[in-house]
């Protein structure tokens, strides 16, 4: 073990000690920063760089040691100094090497009052998409950043926790010709005598670590028309694109649609956009979509690059994407969460306002159906025994990376959406603008979010219990809903408790302030009228001197909730399908599903219920059964099931694909756009109409070409085709269009086509094939943050599970060696997708347990994976029985 010398001031990341007051959640408080100013010197071109980091600091308790962050770096000239003293050389002790905690240890006390930490640093760039990184492209190294969640300690010696909200000042020093661009806008340079440039930015307003930017290296910029002035702001913001070399000219469109986003989310907050420029960045190679870096927001290429010419997945995800980044500029920047268990106060507010403001913008996209669609899948993960709550305790470094989920994001969405509407729209944006005043530049709890919303209510204390109750536990309400009608007074009994899949291991008692909205059905009216379920069996009268033909017992789809109707109601509510909206309808196809997930409804009849659903009109109810149609032809589906099954996909589903028609219409709606898309990529895997392999391998084949001088034409065909077309020659076709396509991928930088190529690829059936595919995601052709896409796409296919898990098994380093940091503890997730037994399970218990442990995110991500596996089982078990 090394151990730094004292006062000689170098740590490694290999020297550990360990100690017991070692903190691996939140820092001790005795020792805070107020202010940083930081120095970097970086070449792109080199493998590391180096720096010199002043962090003015508030001891508010006499001690002899403190904590900050380093995580790789190699400390240097480490010292204390405060006004009227001698400066103090200080020692460093990397004490949690995995968490990059170092224990700074002066000789002397160090009194209360202001002090400054002073030191020098090198580090070595991160090639995993975390912190201070590289990638290349076009042949150049390119260097950007990505600190969320624990990203910053890898790239500077820091306080790295969100509570510390403080001002920055950087200067970056770069070689002559290459751009470096900071979170602030540049006040000045100054040519070294080395021929450098340094480059110096405006101190920032208050900001944590995880939200600090910088990009070095030969990026384009494109400097676009600036945001103009609104009522609420009286200046211009500058606005920039940001990209590889040769690329910038491919950001116009996404730049161009910028300023009406901004001014969108600026009325709707009733306060200006807080920062003083805005960059948008396209990142080659990124772990995540996008990162809400205030100034300077970092993207995912392909969604910089969207056009009125892409895709409508890509499109709809890149403005969605947009939006929801965006956002971030107030819930996330300007006001903050001071720790990660309050995460959800970012995240799902940028995605319930991203629905809101894209909904408003451009209606056809569909982004309200978007929220739903969120809030059902997250479902899902909130009916496992290990699911996390929204506001989630994190007591340890490793638990950080897990709060980035589907609980987070959409459930936190649904949640939101359903306070709002109980509130009220126009309370609940008062409550919001309220609360940006009180917070702006600070940082707010769950807590004050409930009293803001309080603040709005006729009823705060009812309202914060509501809201708490959402928040502060997991799980699905389920409503089990009676109807009762009587001489034209109609009663709905209702009971509540904890949704539960089959083979669930959790307590069902669970109890909510549930807010449910019913609709009403009578003749060709409907009505609405909504109440509070504050107990866990509720009686509900409702309005009206007639027996209701149907009720629906989520009106609009609006509350987080499931449930359950008499046999008599649920048979009147089939019969009026056709008289409900389509969040209503989606719902009730959740509904469906959920009751076979939870073995109260057979293989049988939920083949007799999902035909229902394609009576519809809108794409995501259409395609809602389809996912359990499959699964119940692989897992438990007799010989004559399968049948149906694929009678049913083909002449019920295919028929309304063959209508619409494969290729877009002049005149098509976006809707139907989506639909026709939606109904491609569906039945190319599940189904597969002869007519519709046929029609897509041969527009495959005019994609990747042929022979040794095949080129790749990807105008061939409509970017909404190229991922279907490309997947289904490579099935068709086998190895001749395999190896194509890896040739193609050799030689093709572009993103989005990229993805096509790697989807195709993975989306093999072959076993040889399947061995090529899985070990080319650990080669040099596919970048780090694109093994995703190649890898999850192979765990769709049945026929590939054993021998996924057995590569997961045999390349176990060499995966982790090469993904992203923050997937790390997430590559459980991967060998669960292939398993499906209880001998599976201790398998995966077994591989995983001593691996993951130290990695962020890990020990959850293993605890989902493995219960995951388990209820699998019980539902095989479950369904085979009838």
């Given at each position: 073990?090394?151990?730094?010398?004292?006062?000689?001031?170098?740590?490694?990341?290999?020297?550990v000690?360990?100690?017991?007051?070692?903190?691996?959640?939140?820092?001790?408080?005795?020792?805070?920063?107020?202010?940083?100013?930081?120095?970097?010197?970086?070449?792109?071109?080199?493998?590391?760089?180096?720096?010199a980091v002043?962090?003015?600091?508030?001891?508010?308790?006499?001690?002899?040691?403190?904590?900050?962050?380093?995580r790789?770096?190699?400390?240097?000239?480490?010292?204390?100094?405060?006004?009227?003293?001698?400066?103090?050389?200080?020692?460093?002790?990397?004490?949690?090497?995995?968490?990059?905690?170092?224990?700074?240890?002066?000789?002397?006390p160090?009194?209360?009052?202001?002090?400054?930490?002073?030191?020098?640093?090198?580090?070595?760039?991160?090639?995993?998409?975390?912190?201070?990184?590289?990638?290349?492209?076009?042949?150049?190294?390119?260097?950007?950043?990505?600190?969320?969640p624990?990203g910053?300690?890898?790239?500077?010696p820091?306080?790295?926790?969100?509570?510390?909200?403080?001002?920055?000042?950087?200067?970056?020093?770069?070689?002559?010709?290459?751009?470096?661009?900071?979170?602030?806008?540049?006040?000045?340079?100054?040519?070294?005598?080395?021929?450098?440039?340094?480059?110096?930015?405006?101190?920032?307003?208050?900001?944590?670590?995880?939200?600090?930017?910088?990009?070095?290296?030969?990026?384009?910029?494109?400097?676009?028309?600036?945001i103009?002035?609104?009522?609420?702001?009286?200046?211009?913001?500058?606005?920039?694109?940001?990209?590889?070399?040769?690329?910038?000219?491919?950001?116009?469109?996404?730049?161009?649609?910028?300023?009406?986003?901004?001014?969108?989310?600026?009325?709707?907050?009733?306060?200006?956009?807080?920062?003083?420029?805005?960059?948008?960045?396209?990142?080659?190679?990124?772990?995540?979509?996008a990162?809400?870096?205030?100034?300077?927001?970092?993207?995912?290429?392909?969604?910089?690059?969207a056009?009125?010419?892409?895709?409508?997945?890509?499109?709809?995800?890149?403005l969605?994407?947009?939006?929801?980044?965006?956002?971030?500029?107030?819930?996330?920047?300007?006001?903050?969460?001071?720790?990660?268990?309050?995460?959800?106060?970012?995240?799902?507010?940028?995605?319930w306002?991203?629905?809101?403001?894209?909904?408003?913008?451009?209606?056809e996209?569909?982004?309200?159906?978007?929220?739903?669609?969120?809030?059902?899948?997250?479902?899902?993960?909130?009916?496992?025994?290990?699911?996390?709550?929204?506001?989630?305790?994190?007591?340890?470094?490793?638990?950080?990376?897990?709060?980035?989920?589907?609980?987070?994001?959409?459930?936190?969405?649904?949640?939101?959406?359903?306070?709002?509407?109980?509130?009220?729209?126009d309370?609940?944006?008062?409550?919001?603008?309220?609360?940006?005043?009180?917070?702006?530049?600070?940082?707010?709890?769950?807590?004050?979010?409930?009293?803001?919303?309080?603040?709005?209510?006729?009823?705060?204390?009812?309202?914060?219990?509501?809201?708490?109750?959402?928040?502060?536990?997991?799980?699905?309400?389920?409503?089990?809903?009676?109807?009762?009608?009587?001489?034209?007074?109609a009663?709905?009994?209702?009971?509540?408790?904890?949704?539960?899949?089959?083979?669930?291991?959790?307590a069902?008692?669970?109890?909510?302030?549930?807010?449910?909205c019913?609709?009403?059905?009578?003749?060709?009216?409907?009505?609405?009228?909504?109440?509070?379920?504050?107990?866990?069996?509720?009686?509900?009268?409702?309005?009206?001197?007639?027996?209701?033909d149907?009720v629906?017992?989520?009106?609009?789809?609006?509350?987080?909730?499931?449930?359950?109707?008499?046999?008599?109601?649920?048979?009147?509510?089939n019969?009026?399908?056709?008289?409900?909206n389509?969040?209503?309808?989606?719902?009730?196809?959740?509904?469906?599903?959920?009751?076979?997930?939870?073995g109260?409804?057979?293989?049988?009849?939920?083949?007799?219920?999902a035909?229902r659903?394609?009576?519809?009109?809108?794409?995501d109810?259409?395609?809602?059964?389809?996912?359990?149609?499959?699964?119940?032809?692989?897992?438990?589906?007799?010989?004559?099931?399968q049948?149906r099954?694929?009678?049913?996909?083909?002449?019920?589903?295919?028929?309304?694909?063959?209508t619409?028609?494969?290729?877009?219409?002049?005149?098509?709606?976006?809707?139907?756009?989506?639909l026709?898309?939606?109904?491609?990529?569906?039945?190319?895997?599940?189904?597969?109409?002869q007519?519709?392999?046929?029609?897509?391998?041969?527009?495959?084949?005019?994609?990747?070409?042929?022979?040794?001088?095949?080129k790749?034409?990807?105008?061939?065909?409509?970017?909404?085709?190229?991922?279907?077309?490309?997947?289904?020659v490579?099935?068709?076709?086998?190895?001749p269009?395999?190896?194509?396509?890896?040739?193609?991928?050799?030689?093709?930088?572009?993103?989005?086509?990229?993805?096509?190529?790697?989807?195709?690829l993975?989306n093999?059936?072959d076993p040889?094939?399947?061995?090529r595919?899985?070990?080319?995601?650990?080669?040099?052709?596919?970048?780090?943050?694109?093994?995703?896409?190649?890898?999850?796409?192979?765990?769709?296919?049945?026929?590939?599970?054993?021998?996924?898990?057995?590569?997961?098994?045999?390349?176990?380093?060499?995966?982790?060696?090469?993904?992203?940091?923050?997937?790390?503890?997430?590559?459980?997730?991967?060998?669960?997708?292939?398993l499906?037994?209880?001998?599976?399970a201790?398998?995966?218990?077994?591989?995983?347990?001593?691996?993951v442990?130290?990695?962020?995110?890990?020990?959850?991500?293993?605890?989902?994976?493995?219960?995951?596996?388990?209820?699998?089982?019980?539902?095989?078990?479950?369904?085979?029985?009838?």
């Amino acid at each position: 073990m090394l151990r730094t010398l004292l006062f000689s001031l170098a740590i490694l990341a290999t020297s550990v000690v360990h100690a017991g007051d070692v903190p691996r959640g939140k820092l001790p408080r005795q020792v805070v920063p107020t202010s940083y100013a930081v120095d970097l010197r970086m070449d792109a071109r080199a493998d590391r760089y180096s720096g010199a980091v002043a962090i003015e600091l508030e001891v508010k308790e006499a001690t002899d040691h403190f904590f900050i962050h380093a995580r790789g770096s190699t400390l240097k000239d480490v010292q204390l100094i405060r006004a009227r003293m001698a400066p103090i050389a200080v020692t460093t002790e990397l004490v949690d090497a995995g968490g990059g905690t170092v224990r700074v240890t002066s000789p002397q006390p160090i009194s209360p009052g202001r002090w400054q930490l002073r030191l020098n640093f090198d580090a070595p760039y991160d090639q995993r998409l975390q912190g201070a990184y590289k990638v290349k492209t076009g042949g150049l190294d390119y260097v950007m950043t990505q600190m969320e969640p624990l990203g910053a300690r890898n790239a500077f010696p820091n306080f790295d926790e969100p509570a510390f909200k403080t001002p920055w000042t950087f200067t970056i020093s770069v070689p002559k010709g290459d751009t470096a661009i900071f979170n602030t806008q540049e006040t000045g340079t100054e040519t070294l005598a080395d021929g450098w440039v340094k480059h110096s930015y405006a101190q920032t307003r208050p900001l944590p670590s995880y939200l600090i930017a910088f990009a070095v290296g030969p990026w384009e910029l494109i400097d676009f028309d600036a945001i103009p002035k609104t009522a609420l702001r009286d200046h211009v913001i500058p606005l920039r694109g940001v990209a590889a070399r040769g690329q910038s000219q491919r950001m116009k469109y996404m730049l161009g649609e910028t300023a009406k986003i901004v001014t969108a989310l600026e009325t709707y907050f009733d306060y200006p956009y807080p920062y003083d420029k805005l960059d948008l960045l396209a990142a080659p190679d990124f772990a995540y979509g996008a990162m809400e870096n205030p100034g300077l927001i970092t993207y995912r290429d392909s969604l910089m690059f969207a056009d009125l010419k892409s895709a409508t997945s890509q499109r709809r995800g890149a403005l969605g994407t947009h939006t929801h980044e965006l956002g971030h500029q107030w819930f996330g920047d300007l006001v903050t969460m001071p720790w990660w268990d309050d995460i959800w106060l970012n995240e799902a507010f940028a995605t319930w306002i991203s629905a809101k403001i894209v909904h408003q913008i451009y209606p056809e996209l569909e982004a309200d159906m978007d929220l739903l669609g969120g809030g059902l899948g997250a479902m899902g993960a909130d009916s496992l025994a290990t699911a996390r709550r929204i506001h989630n305790p994190v007591e340890d470094w490793t638990e950080v990376s897990s709060t980035f989920d589907g609980i987070t994001y959409q459930k936190g969405g649904a949640v939101l959406s359903m306070m709002e509407r109980y509130l009220g729209k126009d309370k609940f944006r008062a409550a919001l603008r309220a609360h940006m005043r009180k917070f702006a530049f600070g940082s707010a709890t769950s807590i004050d979010l409930g009293d803001s919303l309080a603040a709005q209510s006729d009823n705060p204390e009812v309202l914060r219990k509501a809201f708490a109750s959402f928040t502060d536990q997991p799980g699905v309400p389920m409503l089990d809903t009676t109807l009762a009608c009587k001489d034209g007074k109609a009663t709905l009994s209702v009971k509540q408790s904890r949704y539960a899949p089959n083979g669930a291991s959790f307590a069902t008692d669970t109890q909510w302030l549930v807010p449910m909205c019913v609709r009403v059905g009578r003749g060709d009216s409907t009505s609405t009228e909504c109440h509070l379920l504050d107990r866990a069996e509720s009686t509900i009268t409702l309005a009206g001197d007639t027996c209701p033909d149907y009720v629906h017992p989520n009106a609009d789809g609006a509350g987080y909730y499931r449930f359950r109707l008499d046999a008599e109601a649920q048979n009147a509510l089939n019969a009026a399908f056709v008289k409900l909206n389509a969040f209503e309808q989606r719902v009730l196809a959740d509904s469906v599903g959920a009751a076979f997930d939870a073995g109260t409804m057979t293989v049988a009849q939920y083949l007799d219920a999902a035909p229902r659903f394609a009576k519809a009109t809108q794409g995501d109810v259409i395609t809602a059964p389809i996912g359990d149609l499959e699964w119940i032809k692989e897992r438990v589906a007799t010989s004559a099931q399968q049948e149906r099954i694929d009678t049913m996909l083909r002449d019920i589903w295919g028929a309304q694909l063959k209508t619409l028609g494969v290729d877009h219409r002049d005149g098509d709606s976006e809707a139907t756009k989506s639909l026709r898309v939606d109904l491609i990529n569906t039945l190319s895997e599940h189904g597969r109409p002869q007519w519709l392999v046929d029609d897509l391998a041969a527009r495959g084949r005019k994609i990747i070409g042929s022979g040794d001088d095949a080129k790749l034409d990807v105008d061939a065909v409509h970017r909404d085709l190229l991922g279907a077309s490309l997947r289904t020659v490579a099935r068709v076709d086998g190895t001749p269009a395999f190896d194509l396509i890896e040739r193609h991928l050799a030689t093709n930088e572009d993103s989005v086509i990229r993805g096509a190529l790697m989807g195709a690829l993975g989306n093999t059936r072959d076993p040889a094939l399947l061995q090529r595919a899985l070990k080319l995601g650990l080669g040099p052709s596919v970048k780090s943050g694109e093994m995703i896409r190649l890898y999850f796409g192979a765990t769709e296919q049945p026929e590939n599970h054993a021998a996924i898990w057995a590569f997961v098994q045999q390349q176990y380093d060499a995966l982790l060696n090469k993904l992203p940091s923050v997937w790390q503890g997430k590559i459980a997730f991967f060998g669960s997708a292939a398993l499906c037994s209880e001998a599976g399970a201790n398998e995966l218990q077994g591989f995983f347990a001593n691996r993951v442990k130290d990695l962020e995110g890990g020990p959850r991500a293993l605890a989902q994976g493995v219960e995951g596996v388990k209820l699998c089982t019980a539902r095989v078990a479950k369904h085979q029985q009838h």
